[in-house]
């Protein structure tokens, strides 16, 4: 009842995409899943755009030579993401908002778009990606410094401490940097822990804070808003 009450007045639906995947020795399997959640909910809160359920799953065969991660092909994560918006769609939405908080998924919903806008034309469909956002990371160079890293790095962890804090131990970590690689080769389950053998891409995150992680999450929420409030 409520869905067909909200159906009469928008047809904007949030779509948080996430992944279980390791994140180095402090951040947990679910840490892409509790990201683009948060960040989807908040959004939902200040617009009044429903939201929904996360998709869990996502495609990180990269870190399968870790313990715990579980991984869908890029070719089901397509198909999966396929059936989503045609079910979406049968049901009268027409502007999907994607929140995706996983590296991984990022070609497979690319592709799923491709396809959905031949078959679905009058679907619409964004994709924010928090950590791409030119706006998001001036708020990390100015809360952080200028970091390198993009995998369960400063910014990262950061997010986690500010939405779920009991979910990371920093007491874990060894101490140990992790500059990313400057080479043109794929990084595949082949080679990704030769290149960060604790699953940190980035310096040792030690210092990351839960203040700067708010800073992180309120400009992420704030371009999510914006993009749903903007979306004729």
Known sequence: KEVADY??????????????EEHGPHLGL???????????????EATGVITA?????GMTFSAMGFPGTLSLSPKTLICVLEDI?????????????????????TASIQCCAENMATELP???????????????NQVINETMGKQVGSHASF???????????????????TGRDAPLENTRELLTVRNFSKFYPDGIMGLNPSTASAEAGHAVLKKSVDLCVKELEDWN
């Not at 679910?30 to 939902?44: F, N, P």
């Not at 918006?85 to 995706?100: A, D, E, K, P, Y």
Request: hydrophobic residues 45%.
């Open 122 to 136: 009058e679907l619409s469909l964004k994709l924010v990606e928090w950590w791409k956002e030119e706006d998001v």
């Open 85 to 105: 918006l045609r079910s979406m769609h049968q049901q009268g939405f027409r502007r999907v908002f994607i929140v995706n908080g996983h590296g991984g998924n």
């Open 53 to 57: 359920p996360t998709l869990n799953y």
């Open 7 to 20: 159906l009469e007045r928008d047809n904007r639906i949030i779509l948080p995409l996430g992944s279980v």
């Open 155 to 173: 910014a990262e962890t950061a997010l986690v401490m500010a939405i779920r804090p009991q979910a990371v131990k920093l007491n874990n970590l």
């Open 30 to 44: 679910g840490t892409d899943c509790i990201e683009a959640e948060a960040i989807a909910r908040l959004s939902s």
